[in-house]
């Protein structure tokens, strides 16, 4: 079946340190894929999405690359922030007529100052 | 403000007990989805309504049921509360049904006693 799995959290960085959230999937068809953010006590955020392979999304410094020959949706930042500390949730739309999302569990980012 | 609104925010209640969830759209989605977010599964799709319709089912216990009323908000109703459904519930709306980057609102948490 349709699945995401991400890398396990959490992940401690130091301010300016560069990210990789690895994030990879199982699907049938051609599935959009979506980076979700969610800060303490609020609900997810879009942060980025890719429709196709080989598109790149890109938002607030950070990107993802669909990779269809490794079936993976990196996400990465050059250079983080404190305010940057999140959960991040890797998620998938397979191709067809609903909207259900997919989600990986979820990787928890700790930048310190 | 996400412009997805959701009440109530916070909701504790004993076992076996009926809850109403609701939630409101963003201004011109027609698509309402729910999901539970718990500690040990991660985010679990719930059920998705297009303009009215049920569209999409997951997850969803045979003790849930939800509806899109004619001005698109959503009700989700747990009943025969058990302490297991403690958890977060999120609500989400898109403009249409292809789940092409959703809208979340903060949730509902909801604890069961």
């Known amino acids: 079946g349709n699945s995401v799995t991400q890398m396990e959290g959490p992940v401690t960085l130091s301010e300016e340190a560069f990210l990789t959230i690895n994030c990879t999937y199982t699907a049938t068809g051609y599935p959009s894929l979506f980076w979700y953010v969610q800060y303490p006590g609020e609900g997810l955020q879009l942060l980025l999405k890719a429709t196709k392979a080989d598109d790149k999304g890109s938002n607030k410094g950070f990107e993802a690359t669909y990779r269809k020959e490794t079936t993976s949706f990196h996400l990465e930042k050059g250079s983080v922030q404190v305010s940057d500390s999140a959960v991040y949730f890797c998620a998938l739309s397979r191709s067809g007529n609903t909207g259900k999302l997919i989600f990986g569990q979820g990787t928890t980012l700790q930048v310190k100052p | 403000d996400s412009g997805v609104t959701q009440t109530p925010k916070h909701l504790i209640t004993a076992t076996g007990q009926r809850v109403t969830l609701r939630c409101s759209p963003r201004?011109?989605?027609?698509?309402v989805y729910w999901y539970q977010q718990s500690l040990d599964q991660g985010l679990q799709f719930l059920i998705q309504?297009?303009?009215?319709?049920?569209?999409a089912k997951g997850n969803i216990l045979e003790r849930f049921s939800a509806q899109q009323f004619p001005d698109l908000h959503s009700e989700l109703n747990l009943s025969s509360l058990e302490l297991g459904d403690s958890a977060l519930y999120f609500c989400a709306s898109s403009e249409w049904d292809d789940g092409d980057g959703y809208t979340f609102g903060s949730g509902t948490r909801l604890t069961v006693v």
């Open positions: 309504y297009y303009n009215g319709e049920e569209r």
């Open positions: 201004s011109g989605d027609l698509s």
